[in-house]
Antibody
Framework: QITLKESGPTLVKPTQTLTLTCTFS??????????VGWIRQPPGKALEWLAL???????RYSPSLKSRLTITKDTSKNQVVLTMTNMDPVDTATYYC????????????WGQGTLVTVSS | EIVMTQSPATLSVSPGERATLSCRAS??????LAWYQQKPGQAPRLLIY???TRATGIPARFSGSGSGTEFTLTISSLQSEDFAVYYC???????????FGQGTKLEIK
């Protein structure tokens, strides 16, 4: 069965860089069409799509955050890493990673999420 | 970027009654529309994709309809476990972003 789990710091200071890791099982990111995405949700607010990486290393970013985001994958470790630079208190949110079985499909499996607080 | 607008923001319905949630896209997304359910402290759960196809394990009381820019999620007879926040998401345009709506909170009347 497919599972994903996010890991990383729970607290970062303003201007720091956030690095989050998504470790997954039950699928391979070398399988044609498969993608892993990141989505965040500030407390009490809506979901926001951040980034996606596909099996062929195609990478896509939210236009509003593109300059601050980098997504990479390590297929051998079954991991996807998201970095976000210049963190600000408004970036406080629960960050989720999720599985996409193909570009024309939604996110069908989600991690439990990890809450990241940005505060000095 | 495609903007997804959900209505109403909050919907109060009694258990056993029908709930109808709406989602509108700022431009056509064909049938590339998904619905998610999110309960407090939990990750979203995929309910519907392709506008009308139920995801694995989703009860038949959940149904989706629509295409183009107007979509509806209907819950035919509300159970206690259905009270949650519901989000729509389009995944039509390439390249992404695959934008979400702002959510509809379904609460007990």
């Amino acid at each position: 069965q497919i599972t994903l789990k996010e890991s990383g710091p729970t607290l970062v200071k303003p201007t720091q860089t956030l690095t989050l890791t998504c470790t997954f099982s039950g699928f391979s990111l070398s399988t044609s069409g498969v993608g892993v995405g990141w989505i965040r949700q500030p407390p009490g607010k809506a979901l926001e799509w951040l980034a996606l990486i596909y099996w062929n290393d195609d990478k896509r970013y939210s236009p509003s955050l593109k300059s601050r985001l980098t997504i990479t994958k390590d297929t051998s470790k079954n991991q996807v890493v998201l970095t976000m630079t210049n963190m600000d208190p408004v970036d406080t949110a629960t960050y989720y990673c999720a599985h996409q079985r193909a570009a024309a499909f939604p996110f069908d499996y989600w991690g439990q999420g990890t809450l990241v607080t940005v505060s000095s | 970027e495609i903007v997804m607008t959900q209505s109403p923001a909050t919907l109060s319905v009694s258990p056993g009654e029908r709930a109808t949630l709406s989602c509108r896209a700022s431009q056509s997304v064909s049938s590339n529309l998904a619905w998610y359910q999110q309960k407090p402290g939990q990750a979203p759960r995929l309910l519907i994709y392709g506008a009308s196809t139920r995801a694995t394990g989703i009860p038949a009381r959940f149904s989706g309809s629509g295409s183009g820019t107007e979509f509806t999620l209907t819950i035919s007879s509300l159970q206690s476990e259905d009270f949650a926040v519901y989000y729509c998401q389009q995944y039509n345009n390439w390249p992404p972003p695959y934008t979400f709506g702002q959510g509809t909170k379904l609460e007990i009347k």
